[in-house]
């Protein structure tokens, strides 16, 4: 079967009530049928749910489904994108290693390695996501214990060659751990490159509607038993009824992706063209400088547009005011259109030499186009343009 028809059709084990959706089981704790078995799931010679910080019925469909999706053998679920990423992490890393991250990075990603990690000895090293693999690899050190990065990155949406890096992984015995937010399972499976394991913050478009916080890694089970050991005893469970959310919402993932990226592609184009736009940047744009990369590595340009305006932080603030359709958020993936600043919001904390290294200007914007009529937000989208130049100049006479 396709993957569409195994997203939909995959789910939790009918009750004896022969539901044909499947329940929310919103219990903390499952009872034992006896003492043996009670002691035979703690020593795990049983498989089954004792506690819903360790496992749940909703939370195991949800995880089974983004395996089948990302062609991984095991995953864990999390509360949110965010303990994922650090679980991939606190749960392979210890003292001593050394971790080599692609530069364009998610904010709080930047402040994990750098802020975190460093306390309990754990070095990094930053690579351009555009450097070459001899660069990749003069970063590599005796200790390299993992590379991590997102392709695309948020928000410049840089790519990084993952067959390149497989190639290094087999070199060097690193462990290639790669965000997959932005691609979804949809348009890109890392693991089929070589990756050992795949993140996602599920919050985005896997839940496609800003309703629940969720994240998942999925990779080999041999990876995954120690980042389960570690988010087994810290606690960051996802809950029943989001993962409910997520599961649900998957059935629909490849449909939304459809329409997402067919109307970022439009989108891009228009802004591409129009003359008071400095810069696009969307990977299947032909002028987006990996475009062939891109190409290679993804099925199709995902839903998120950036673009800079001249004018700095007075033009986005006029270009914003003079928008009427999208939501101003630091949100990403949902069915509506947001559009937010990365340089005050996101990346806010980076310092001024971290935002010029990733391309951070005052006049960045990051688009996530949602599934409105794209001739709407195009008409919107131009208008806001033109009267943010408008504003501009009038305020500069």
């Not at 590599?140 to 997102?150: F, I, K, S």
Request: charged share 20%; glycine share 6%; aromatic share 8%.
């Amino acid at each position: 079967m396709k993957k569409q028809t195994k997203a939909i059709r995959t789910q939790a084990q009918k009750s004896q009530n022969r539901e044909h959706s499947v329940p929310l089981y919103l219990t903390s704790s499952f009872a034992f049928e006896s003492a043996e078995q009670g002691k035979a799931l703690f020593e795990e010679t049983e498989e089954g749910n004792i506690y819903s910080r360790f496992s749940n019925p909703n939370v195991t469909e949800f995880v089974d489904k983004v395996c089948m999706l990302e062609n991984a053998e095991d995953g864990i679920a999390t509360g949110t994108g965010m303990a994922a990423v650090f679980a991939s992490m606190a749960g392979l890393l210890k003292s001593g290693d050394h971790l080599v991250a692609c530069r364009a990075l998610f904010g709080s990603a930047h402040q994990i390695i750098t802020q975190i990690l460093s306390k309990w000895g754990i070095t990094h090293t930053y690579v351009d996501a555009t450097a070459s693999e001899a660069e990749w690899e003069a970063a590599m050190q005796p200790n390299t214990r993992m590379v991590y990065l997102e392709t695309p990155s948020n928000p410049g949406l840089e790519l990084v060659d993952l067959e390149m890096l497989s190639r290094l992984k087999k070199k060097y015995g690193f462990i290639l751990n790669v965000d997959n937010c932005f691609a979804t399972p949809i348009l890109q499976t890392p693991i089929d490159f070589g990756a050992d394991l795949s993140i996602h913050s599920a919050t985005k478009f896997m839940d496609g509607q800003g309703r629940v916080l969720g994240g998942i890694v999925v990779g080999s089970k041999e990876l995954i038993q120690p980042i389960r050991f570690f988010a087994r005893h810290t606690g960051p469970s996802l809950s029943p009824f989001n993962a409910w959310i997520l599961s649900k919402s998957l059935e629909t993932l490849d449909l939304r992706m459809e329409r997402h990226c067919r109307n970022a592609l439009q989108l891009a184009e228009a802004l591409d063209t129009h003359a008071e736009v400095e810069r696009v940047l969307y990977p299947f744009l032909p002028s987006h400088p990996q475009y062939d990369l891109a190409k290679r590595q993804m099925s199709a340009g995902g839903a998120i547009v950036t673009i800079e305006l001249e004018g700095g932080f007075e033009r986005v603030k006029a270009f914003f005011d003079a928008l009427t359709i999208p939501t101003l958020s630091s949100n990403l993936g949902d069915s509506r259109t947001i559009v937010t600043n990365p340089n005050t919001t996101t990346h806010a904390k980076l310092k001024p030499d971290e935002k010029a290294a990733l391309g951070i200007t005052p006049g960045l914007i990051r688009i996530s186009v949602g599934l409105e009529a794209i001739e709407d937000l195009i008409e919107d989208f131009t208008q806001a343009v033109e009267k943010s130049a408008e504003v501009v100049k009038e305020k500069v006479a």
